[in-house]
């Protein structure tokens, strides 16, 4: 048999060098986050969100601070008595100012503390709508890359497939090889095609999407510089971080928060039945210019001023405080119960992001053996072809079973780094530093 022309690794190196060298306008995945931050509408709703509860609980205030209010108001009346015969025709003008200070409402003093409560809750909010934001700008970025990986090393399967074609047709044009051999050189390169046509198309979903999260057109992100050493998870230990979710992750912060708010209505349907104190003072002025019934054409002048303190208990109002808090208990117990599954919850989640992460970095050392195996096995199956104890489809399997590795090995990092961010997710400890340190594995 004719000696096989040497398959050429140059065209893959050209096309990883393409694929891995950081584009001129590339962006980081931390530029990514921060353009995200001012584009996407999920986010900015959250914040909002905060926003509007501070506002309340600033309202919610009002009710132990004093109240005054000023009033005027011209009454013009016409009066007739019949015995003795009196008719006026007058006007009246008054004006005041009245002031209100709340001395116990201890109703006043719950719904204010309700209002700080759900501050607190829409900061929860925000930050589980921050923690999420990174998670899918970073999904996003990775799966571009993930798509530019597969696009290469198809492509580079393709000049592989290629080289190994013309060389089948070489040796049976000369008659060292029979007409299989082209044949199945050539039904694998047309296979090949068509996984680049689909390549090239999941390439441009996939940026789409990034584009439309991030709000930037032509989005480029930059790929992770090879050798690439993972970050360890740390602490190592499932129940530690299980320990932290239930403490620290946004979601049960909130069911704790709603159980907080929960327990403080119930006190404060209790407060229906006790007294309520304020203190009250106005003064106020009534002028009558055409005089009154009492005295007709004589123009007076009435100023009062008052200060006191006006007490009020409610002694029945029909059983509705009986029934309210009724039913602010059954609401309580009911935030008791959601409190207790979003725990549940989320210890599973975090479970299973934390044995994901070390399932993630098995597969990465798996797969990195598998490379140089595949690797080792191609070169000897180009070697047993060109000695005549191999066959073209054995050099086409061993070259598909490369590209597949070399494929499924950066999906498998991308996954470990996309894992350990969901990771501090359901634990409720990812932060921009997680971002930052991801960033810095990156291509400069």
């Given at each position: 048999?004719?000696?096989?022309?040497?398959?050429?690794l140059?065209?893959?190196?050209?096309?990883?060098?393409?694929?891995?060298?950081?584009?001129?306008?590339?962006?980081?995945?931390?530029?990514m986050?921060?353009?995200?931050?001012?584009?996407?509408?999920?986010?900015?709703?959250?914040?909002?969100?905060?926003?509007?509860?501070?506002?309340?609980?600033?309202?919610?205030?009002?009710?132990?601070?004093?109240?005054?209010?000023?009033?005027?108001?011209?009454?013009?009346?016409?009066?007739?008595?019949?015995?003795?015969?009196?008719?006026?025709?007058?006007?009246?003008?008054?004006?005041?100012?009245?002031?209100?200070?709340?001395?116990?409402?201890?109703?006043?003093?719950?719904?204010?503390?309700?209002?700080?409560?759900?501050?607190?809750?829409?900061?929860?909010?925000?930050?589980?709508?921050?923690?999420?934001?990174?998670?899918?700008?970073?999904?996003?970025?990775?799966?571009?890359?993930?798509?530019?990986?597969?696009?290469?090393?198809v492509?580079?399967?393709?000049?592989?497939?290629s080289?190994?074609?013309?060389?089948?047709?070489?040796?049976?044009?000369?008659?060292?090889?029979?007409?299989?051999?082209?044949?199945?050189?050539?039904?694998r390169?047309?296979?090949?095609?068509?996984?680049?046509?689909?390549?090239?198309?999941?390439?441009?979903?996939?940026?789409?999407?990034?584009?439309?999260?991030?709000g930037?057109?032509?989005?480029?992100?930059?790929?992770?510089?090879?050798?690439?050493?993972?970050?360890?998870?740390?602490?190592?230990?499932?129940?530690?971080?299980?320990?932290?979710?239930?403490?620290?992750?946004?979601?049960?912060?909130q069911?704790?928060?709603?159980?907080?708010?929960?327990?403080?209505?119930?006190?404060?349907?209790?407060?229906?039945?006790?007294?309520?104190?304020?203190?009250?003072?106005?003064?106020?002025?009534?002028?009558?210019?055409?005089?009154?019934?009492?005295?007709?054409?004589?123009?007076?002048?009435?100023?009062?001023?008052?200060?006191?303190?006006?007490?009020?208990?409610?002694?029945?109002?029909?059983?509705?405080?009986?029934?309210?808090?009724?039913e602010?208990?059954?609401?309580?117990?009911?935030?008791?119960?959601?409190?207790?599954?979003?725990?549940?919850?989320?210890?599973q989640?975090?479970r299973?992001?934390?044995?994901?992460?070390?399932?993630?970095?098995?597969?990465?050392?798996?797969?990195?053996?598998?490379?140089?195996?595949?690797?080792?096995?191609?070169?000897?199956?180009?070697?047993?072809?060109?000695?005549?104890?191999?066959?073209?489809?054995?050099?086409?399997?061993?070259?598909s079973?490369?590209?597949?590795?070399?494929?499924?090995?950066?999906?498998?990092?991308?996954?470990?780094?996309?894992?350990?961010?969901r990771?501090?997710?359901?634990?409720?400890?990812?932060?921009?530093?997680?971002?930052?340190?991801?960033?810095?594995l990156?291509?400069?």
């Amino acid at each position: 048999m004719t000696s096989l022309r040497p398959f050429s690794l140059s065209v893959l190196f050209l096309a990883l060098g393409a694929a891995l060298g950081a584009p001129v306008q590339a962006q980081s995945l931390l530029e990514m986050v921060e353009s995200a931050r001012t584009y996407d509408t999920t986010w900015q709703s959250a914040r909002a969100q905060l926003d509007a509860a501070s506002r309340r609980a600033d309202q919610a205030r009002a009710g132990l601070l004093p109240s005054a209010a000023l009033s005027a108001g011209l009454n013009r009346s016409n009066v007739e008595l019949s015995r003795p015969p009196v008719e006026n025709t007058g006007t009246t003008q008054t004006v005041g100012v009245n002031a209100s200070q709340p001395l116990y409402r201890p109703a006043n003093r719950i719904s204010y503390q309700q209002g700080q409560r759900s501050v607190d809750v829409a900061q929860a909010q925000l930050e589980a709508a921050t923690q999420d934001l990174l998670v899918r700008v970073s999904q996003a970025y990775f799966d571009v890359l993930a798509a530019q990986d597969t696009l290469t090393f198809v492509q580079a399967q393709k000049a592989a497939v290629s080289e190994q074609l013309a060389a089948a047709k070489r040796n049976f044009e000369v008659g060292t090889t029979t007409v299989t051999d082209s044949r199945e050189a050539q039904a694998r390169f047309d296979l090949v095609a068509a996984q680049e046509i689909a390549a090239e198309n999941d390439l441009r979903v996939k940026r789409l999407a990034l584009d439309q999260l991030v709000g930037v057109t032509g989005a480029q992100p930059r790929p992770l510089a090879l050798p690439v050493q993972l970050p360890a998870v740390q602490p190592d230990n499932v129940a530690a971080w299980v320990d932290t979710a239930r403490d620290q992750q946004p979601g049960v912060r909130q069911a704790q928060i709603a159980l907080d708010i929960a327990r403080l209505e119930t006190k404060k349907a209790e407060t229906g039945h006790l007294p309520t104190v304020d203190l009250q003072a106005g003064y106020n002025v009534t002028r009558n210019p055409n005089g009154t019934i009492q005295s007709p054409r004589v123009s007076s002048r009435t100023n009062s001023a008052s200060v006191g303190v006006a007490f009020n208990l409610p002694l029945f109002a029909g059983f509705s405080v009986q029934n309210r808090i009724r039913e602010t208990l059954a609401l309580e117990e009911k935030a008791t119960a959601d409190l207790e599954t979003t725990r549940r919850n989320v210890a599973q989640s975090t479970r299973a992001a934390f044995f994901g992460v070390q399932s993630g970095k098995g597969q990465v050392q798996a797969l990195e053996a598998a490379e140089a195996s595949s690797q080792s096995a191609l070169d000897a199956n180009r070697l047993g072809y060109q000695v005549g104890v191999r066959i073209n489809i054995d050099v086409l399997n061993a070259q598909s079973q490369l590209f597949q590795t070399k494929r499924d090995l950066a999906q498998a990092r991308y996954n470990v780094l996309l894992g350990t961010l969901r990771l501090r997710q359901a634990a409720g400890t990812l932060s921009q530093q997680d971002i930052e340190a991801i960033n810095a594995l990156l291509v400069k």
